[in-house]
């Protein structure tokens, strides 16, 4: 059973910066491309980011451009997702997931995904 486990969100002031770590266990990420998601209560998800399985390829939805870097470890099968200049619209439960492949932000082919770590920006 492959498992995904997000951690590093919390609250942040407007401005502030927060880096999310997606670990997985069970089966190594490396064969795959990994995605970022948000979902906020009563509103669709949105894909925020997505990076292909080498890491040379990274794609992100436009209001996260130029502020979030998304980036992996294959060696820790491990992927993160740098926030800067976070702002109140970022709040969310963001979300990783593996699978086949990007097409843009959008990961496509979904396999497995975690339960979330949940960002707040806030002052």
């Known amino acids: 059973q492959v498992q995904l486990v997000e951690s590093g969100g919390g609250l942040v002031q407007p401005g502030g910066s927060l880096r999310l770590s997606c670990a997985t266990s069970g089966e190594s990420m490396v064969p795959y491309a990994v995605g970022w998601w948000r979902q906020v209560p009563g509103k669709d998800s949105e894909d925020v980011a997505c990076?292909?399985?080498?890491?040379?390829?990274?794609a992100y939805t436009d209001p996260v451009k130029g502020r979030f870097t998304i980036s992996r470890d294959n060696a820790k099968s491990t992927a993160f997702l740098h926030m800067d200049s976070l702002k109140p619209e970022d709040t969310a439960l963001y979300h990783c997931a593996i699978g086949y492949q990007c097409r843009g932000a959008e990961l496509h082919g979904v396999l497995f995904w975690g339960q979330g770590s949940q960002v707040t920006v806030s002052s």
């Open positions: 990076i292909s399985d080498l890491g040379d390829r990274t």
